[in-house]
């Protein structure tokens, strides 16, 4: 067996490359053993706590059918050289393509490479609204976090993908997401911003679960912890509470943390997709409102439609013509109801979960009133039982008492 002095990968990454490298071939520990690798001495590679010797690098690269610079650390500055003209472009798809091209050669020497090379493509992924794709990308990132054993990034990895999956109507593994996520941030003393966000997206699925009596305790936290948070997470922090006021029938509280939060951030600031988000949440929020306001909703869509607009982004868009909708609805103007949904169709790809059911639910809503009960009544009834099944009780219930109030106005106008 051939004897080189190899430049490898420090541990404890050349533990994470190996057992990758094995895991991905279906290869037991077990196989990998022999003369001169014992199983004892193989798992202590694997684990980091054993620095790998010249001739065991050679004698594995042997056993696996290896380049002896599989093991070097020379392939992660190509790594290096993607992720920095990505950081330094503007094109989407371009960026997006050079980051799978970069993932799907295998796993970088560096893990912390890989981990931001899997962070700016789910990001991407998720500007271009390729929600499957981007969750498949979180789950690769939340394993590589467990690997590196880095408290930070297995805490930033889960809420992503928590939101991801809360977005995509995977509510019970975005709870599990969101909660190991706390737990972890709370067990190592994170920072109040990893803190916050962890807490924002629990917050957000414990609403959706009906869980609301824990979603308000973790809401008067983040409160507690607003004074001390960066002004756009301050801005968040309070349009999660806003939506949580309203779901408590709170309402003029509800609208004072709307307020705040968009007072926050000033029409010229850099977060620009954070600023129209929070008009057009706002706006959201104040269409659910008991009485509705309709005033204030059309208020802040007007003001979002340039941003919407100047960011191009299918996301953005077929949100905003969502909330056109429902505004026009509420306004009693039928037509153009109707008009904005057959502009999104019956399957708007880039909305999320809770945002297609909500369209879904209106176009049935306009059916009703249009004349076409039985058929748009068992729609609806097939859209609450599709929340229900995604343990979105929330949303069930929202579906159910659209049925019930656009009944009762078919009725009155009969």
Not at 241 to 249: E, L, T
Not at 263 to 272: I, M, P, Q, S
Not at 361 to 368: A, E, G, S
Request: hydrophobic letters at 40%; charged letters at 25%; a negative charge.
């Amino acid at each position: 067996m051939l004897q080189t002095s190899i430049p490898t990968l420090p541990q404890p990454y050349f533990g994470i490359r190996l057992r990758t490298i094995r895991q991905n071939r279906g290869i037991s520990q077990a196989q990998l053993t022999g003369p001169g690798m014992s199983a004892a001495y193989l798992s202590r590679l694997e684990s980091g706590s054993r620095p790998p010797t010249d001739r065991a690098v050679a004698y594995l690269c042997e056993k696996l059918d290896l380049p002896l610079s599989s093991f070097q650390a020379e392939p992660a500055d190509r790594t290096a050289e993607t992720l920095a003209m990505v950081v330094s472009g503007s094109d989407t798809e371009d960026a997006t393509r050079m980051l799978l091209d970069t993932v799907r050669q295998g796993a970088p020497t560096h893990p912390a490479l890989r981990w931001q090379s899997l962070w700016m493509l789910a990001e991407n992924q998720r500007k271009s609204g390729a929600r499957q794709d981007q969750q498949r990308t979180l789950q690769s990132l939340t394993e590589l976090s467990d690997q590196i054993e880095h408290p930070h990034l297995q805490v930033r990895a889960r809420i992503q993908l928590a939101r991801c999956q809360r977005t995509t109507g995977d509510v019970p593994t975005a709870h599990r997401m969101a909660t190991e996520a706390y737990a972890l941030a709370t067990e190592h003393q994170l920072s109040r911003g990893d803190l916050t966000r962890a807490l924002l997206v629990l917050i957000s699925v414990e609403a959706e679960t009906g869980r609301l009596v824990e979603a308000v305790d973790h809401t008067d936290q983040v409160l507690r912890l607003a004074d001390e948070l960066p002004v756009a997470l301050r801005a968040e922090s309070f349009w999660t509470a806003g939506s949580i006021r309203i779901r408590q029938g709170r309402h003029a509280d509800a609208a004072a943390l709307l307020e705040q939060a968009m007072d926050l951030l000033g029409a010229g600031n850099e977060e620009l997709v954070l600023w129209m988000r929070l008009r057009l949440a706002a706006a959201s929020l104040y269409l659910r409102m008991d009485p509705r306001r309709t005033d204030q909703a059309e208020r802040r869509l007007r003001e979002a439609a340039p941003a919407v607009e100047l960011l191009s982004l299918p996301v953005h868009q077929q949100e905003f013509l969502t909330l056109q909708a429902h505004l026009a609805f509420h306004q009693d103007d039928h037509p153009a109801a109707r008009e904005l949904c057959e502009r999104l169709g019956d399957h708007p790809e880039h909305l999320s979960f809770r945002d297609r059911v909500r369209h879904l639910m209106l176009r049935n809503q306009l059916r009703i009133l249009n004349g076409e009960r039985d058929a748009a009544i068992r729609e609806l009834e097939q859209l609450a039982q599709q929340a229900q099944d995604a343990a979105n009780i929330d949303l069930a219930s929202e579906v159910w008492r659209s049925l019930a109030v656009t009944l009762a106005q078919a009725e009155r106008s009969a």
